[in-house]
């Protein structure tokens, strides 16, 4: 089983629309939780990190569910700019080692 | 905000010649940066840690000898694949953290290696 699994999509949805992605780690000792985003061909750019209250920025909602080891991205209003790879991350341990899923591919259309 | 820059953006070199990345952390002092590697529509896996003013920790099936890591200052990493192959080609990335465990890492902007 990997560490970080995400669906890898990929989702396609209409402008304005409102998608969820999940994902699941398999640690249970893991301590910091983080959505980075991947353009195409680019480094990967921190997104937002995930507390285990939630939290929101702007159309970007993070939960974290400790108890079913599960990590959620929600994007509402969906923007053609929003199309790219969402990586989930995870922290485990001391340190800033991170490992990543292999991110969930997101396509905005018109 | 804090920013890392890496170089070469992306560098095609001859089988067999060595490849020097250079990862500099530009307005923070980086006592550990990371080296990342990732192939076509795969995830990124981390190579090694690279600890200012030590030797750097590989991840297991890294080969060490292969993938010379040197961090000579608390602002600059470099990586160097020696002797490179084609199976070599691929994205690698570097990332640094400022302040405490666990705070988000910053990446550079990445280096696309192509071994003809």
């Known amino acids: 089983r990997k560490e970080v699994e995400q669906d890898p999509g990929p989702f396609n949805v209409p402008e304005g629309a409102t998608v969820a992605f999940n994902c699941t780690y398999s640690n249970s000792a893991s301590q910091s939780f983080f959505w980075y985003r991947q353009d195409c061909r680019k480094e990967p750019k921190l997104l937002m990190s995930v507390y285990s209250s939630g939290n929101e920025d702007g159309r970007f909602t993070a939960q974290l569910n400790r108890a079913s080891q599960y990590i959620s991205l929600l994007i509402r209003d969906s923007k053609l700019s929003d199309s790219a790879t969402y990586l989930c991350v995870v922290s485990t341990g001391g340190g800033n080692k991170l490992t990543f899923g292999t991110g969930t591919q997101l396509k905005v259309e018109l | 905000g804090a920013v890392v820059s890496q170089h070469p953006s992306w560098v095609i070199c001859k089988s067999g010649t060595s490849v020097k990345i250079e990862c500099r952390s530009l307005?923070?002092?980086?006592?550990?940066m990371f080296w990342y590697r990732q192939f076509p529509k795969q995830s990124l896996m981390l190579m090694a840690t690279s600890n200012e003013g030590s030797k750097a920790t590989y991840e297991q099936g890294v080969e060490k000898d292969k993938f010379l890591i040197n961090h000579a200052s608390l602002t600059l990493s470099t990586l160097t694949v020696t002797s490179a192959h084609p199976e070599d080609s691929s994205f690698y990335i570097c990332?640094?953290?400022?302040?405490?465990?666990?705070?988000?890492?910053?990446f550079g902007n990445g280096t696309r290696l192509t071994v003809t």
């Open positions: 990332s640094a953290g400022q302040g405490a465990y666990n705070s988000p890492l910053h």
């Open positions: 307005d923070f002092q980086a006592t550990t």
